[in-house]
């Protein structure tokens, strides 16, 4: 059965973007917050967004109306009941994802596929405690979700072929491009970006070079679009640890330990952009 009705949950930065990406195209989007307050802010993220294409001449008023008008409100996991896909993309924490899995499983319809937007749990772990593990996939799509091209599909152990291709077709139909990945810790995406990222803060806490010096190094010498600095403020700081965790405990190599700066900032509490300071200072 093709997929035509989707519920996101979390309507934080990720959840609304990809809730964005599914209505612009053509998708019913049921988006799912715990709160009143956290849907409001995510409608106004995605608002925001589409108010910006239309003066950029990419939509008309028309077109951005007709996909704010695909996106319904949900403050009941029990509206996923006539859904086709569900993507969770709420709290990185396990107890909170394996929570929300088995109460959608008893939930949605037997056809549905439960898609998770982890950017680093184990999806087989996930899938394991719901009856359904052969229709859970992982769909990481990458921050900001309307201007990336990627998403990683990850299969967890019993995911079925048929529903691989269901998702690879469906992010084609996002305007995005799928890569298959298998399920390990940090996947493809994480499991190369954050020794990177944390690589760079080695260097910067060695005295190396300054931060300013490290993120030139790595944006005019190797064209990326942010340094791994700048890059871990983005993402940040709290969540580059948790993911540096799970590779160390999941993978068990002394490679991967996170680096003691970076655990000092996260507990300093400063998180990057989003607490107004990490390695830079955000006014
Ligand atoms: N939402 C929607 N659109 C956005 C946006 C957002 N949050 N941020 C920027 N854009 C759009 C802008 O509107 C702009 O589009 P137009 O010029 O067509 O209007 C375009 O993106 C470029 O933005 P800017 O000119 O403001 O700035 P920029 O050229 O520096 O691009 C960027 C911003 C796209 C974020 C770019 O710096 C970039 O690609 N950075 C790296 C991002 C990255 O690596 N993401 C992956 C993070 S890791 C992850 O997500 C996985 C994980 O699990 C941790």
């Avoid at 925001?48 to 008309?60: F, I, M």
């Avoid at 107890?95 to 959608?104: A, G, N, P, R, Y």
């Avoid at 593990?133 to 992982?138: K, L, N, Y």
């Amino acid at each position: 059965m093709a997929i035509q009705k989707v519920m996101v949950i979390g309507a934080g930065q990720m959840g609304s973007g990809i809730a964005q990406v599914c209505a612009q195209a053509g998708y019913d989007v049921i988006l799912n917050d715990i709160k009143q307050e956290f849907w409001d802010r995510g409608i106004g993220v995605i608002t925001k967004n589409l108010s910006r294409d239309v003066e950029k001449g990419r939509k008309t008023e028309a077109e951005k109306e007709a996909v704010l008008n695909r996106i319904s409100k949900s403050l009941d996991l029990r509206d996923a009941v006539d859904v086709d896909l569900v993507i969770e993309a709420a709290t990185e924490n396990m107890d909170i994802k394996q929570s929300i899995f088995k109460e959608l499983d008893a939930i949605a319809p037997q056809h549905a596929i439960l898609a998770t937007n982890t950017s680093s749990l184990p999806i087989t772990e996930i899938a394991a405690v719901t009856e359904r593990p052969e229709q859970v996939i992982g769909m990481h799509f990458m921050n900001p979700v309307p201007v990336m091209k990627l998403v990683e599909v990850i299969r967890g152990l019993a995911t079925t072929d048929e529903v691989y291709k269901e998702i690879e077709q469906m992010t084609i139909q996002l305007e995005k491009t799928p890569v298959e990945v298998n399920d390990f810790p940090g996947f493809i995406s994480n499991r190369i970006l954050l020794p990177m990222i944390n690589e760079a803060i080695y260097a910067l806490y060695e005295g190396v070079a300054t931060k300013e010096a490290i993120d030139d190094v790595m944006k005019l010498g190797m064209n990326h679009p942010m340094g791994p600095l700048t890059l871990a403020d983005f993402i940040g700081l709290d969540t580059c640890l948790y993911i540096m965790e799970i590779l160390h405990d999941g993978l068990g190599d002394s490679k991967y330990r996170p680096c003691p700066l970076l655990r000092k900032y996260v507990a300093a509490g400063w998180l990057g952009r989003k607490s107004g300071r990490g390695f830079y200072v955000y006014e």
